[in-house]
């Protein structure tokens, strides 16, 4: 009978949780329509009533901005958080500080933490410490993992659309415009992500920082190869002296031949993708259909010490599995 009230509990929380992913989905896509003909309608009267998930995410924005002044006295977290800086978009530089950061991880990660007694009491087993760290440090370090896929997935689009800012620059070089005026266009004309880091380095150069630190800063921003040698030849540039539109057309067919070549790789690499792709996806499924069959079969993995030693022995072999799948198949250009 135990058994049964616990199976009907999951199952209503499954429901609940994939109905909550649902309404964050609908509202965050309804969101985006809405910026979207923003620029094509007319602003209505404002109505200063606000909604109630609004009114939620305001307290919960306020409780972390009022947790700033006692993180900071923490001398660890103002230093951890000091690598999050990157992920602050220029819009929300007045509202979000870095700080923050460690105060949702924390959060987030006492959700967790609470979830696992939630767990633990409604199906009547006894509370294990393993247990309890490992859904402390999954919900601690769930924030990192999802900013890491999103800020690569950023780094791709201003990768892809960095010639286009050299192209807009480069134009406005040839007519006449000086360094903060070009960078002013390329923020005003180039699309998102990248035009964020334009306006960046916008604010920077207003600031008074010299044109070699910001474009650095942008360089270690973005960590990408192309934005190094930019900085690189406007460093030697200003170093040297030298016609400022002969060296950014240099660049632009620079990056122009590569943006090509790396297409052209893409084609050719397909194939080993799809390989370490089949190869990554094999073993989980493998798993998930043991567990289907039998939900018992792993039981043993969270009943003990031992156990959660394994499961760590697993996730790093895995790990490694993966890998060296992605070293031996990569294809590298000489």
Do not use: C, H, W
């Not at 207003?206 to 934005?227: I, P, Y």
């Not at 010490?305 to 060296?324: H, K, N, R």
């Amino acid at each position: 009978m135990d058994n049964r009230i616990t199976l009907l509990l999951e199952i209503i929380l499954f429901i609940f949780i994939v109905f909550v992913i649902i309404i964050i989905i609908k509202l965050y896509n309804s969101s985006k329509k809405i910026k979207r003909i923003s620029a094509y309608s007319i602003e209505p009267i404002k109505d200063n009533n606000i909604s109630f998930s609004d009114g939620i995410v305001n307290k919960y924005l306020s409780f972390v901005r009022k947790m700033r002044p006692y993180m900071k006295k923490i001398n660890y977290f103002k230093i951890r958080s000091k690598k999050y800086d990157k992920y602050i978009k220029y819009k929300q530089k007045d509202m979000i500080e870095s700080i923050d950061f460690i105060t949702n991880k924390l959060i987030i990660a006492i959700v967790f933490l609470f979830l696992a007694i939630y767990s633990q009491i409604f199906n009547f087993s006894g509370f294990g410490i393993f247990r309890y760290l490992i859904n402390y440090f999954i919900g601690y370090y769930i924030l990192d993992i999802y900013y890491y896929f999103y800020y690569r997935s950023q780094t791709k689009l201003i990768e892809s659309e960095l010639l286009r800012a050299v192209i807009v620059m480069n134009n406005a070089f040839k007519a006449g415009k000086s360094t903060l005026q070009a960078i002013k266009i390329a923020s005003v004309e180039l699309p998102e992500p990248i035009n964020d880091e334009f306006k960046k380095m916008y604010l920077d150069m207003k600031f008074g920082l010299s044109v070699d630190t910001v474009f650095d800063r942008f360089a270690k921003r973005v960590n990408l190869e192309e934005a190094v040698y930019l900085s690189s030849s406007l460093t030697i540039l200003n170093k040297t002296g030298g016609n400022i539109v002969e060296v950014f057309s240099s660049i632009e067919r620079t990056l122009f031949d590569k943006k090509k070549l790396n297409e052209e790789l893409k084609n050719i690499s397909s194939a080993p993708k799809m390989v370490v792709y089949t190869l990554f996806f094999v073993p989980i499924v493998f798993t998930l259909f043991i567990y289907i069959l039998n939900r018992n079969y792993f039981k043993p993995l969270f009943d003990s010490p031992l156990g959660y030693i394994i499961i760590a022995i697993i996730i790093v072999m895995f790990s490694i599995y993966v890998f060296l799948l992605r070293r031996i198949l990569r294809i590298e250009v000489q």
